[in-house]
């Protein structure tokens, strides 16, 4: 299984990014897919996630509204849309997937299998 992240960059307060997560070697369509960040001496949080086919989507309080996730099974990627990000907002972003977690779970870094390998968003102010 492998997860590729991709689309971070540098940007300004205010602008927009789209993060990518391609995933092979699993069967997409019943894997939930998630999105952590992690910033300069900050625990690895969850930013959003959406549960198996997309029945479920949740976000992080800090980033509702602003970042949307949305996933398309025929090329088995989940992008995650960030709007009007903040200089709150930098930090190396993660995507991870797990087939097994269960819907109460998906804000737990601990319930997912596989982890990509990060992507850096630096927004400056």
């Known amino acids: 299984v492998q997860l590729q992240a991709s689309g971070g960059g540098l940007v300004q307060a205010g602008d927009s990014l789209r993060l990518s997560c391609t995933a092979s070697g699993l069967t997409f369509r019943t894997t939930t897919v998630a999105w952590f960040r992690q910033a300069p ?10 549960f198996r086919a997309g029945s479920t989507i949740a976000y992080a309080d800090s980033v509702k509204g602003r970042f949307a996730i949305s996933r398309d099974n025929a090329k088995n990627t989940v992008n995650l849309q960030m709007n009007s990000l903040k200089a709150e907002d930098t930090a190396v972003y ?32």
């Open 41 to 50: 001496g900050k625990e690895r949080e969850f930013v959003g996630g959406i």
């Open 94 to 125: 993660y995507c991870a997937a797990g087939s097994r977690l269960i819907l109460s779970s998906m804000r737990r870094d601990q319930a997912y299998d596989y982890w990509g390998q990060g992507t850096l968003v630096t927004v400056s102010s």
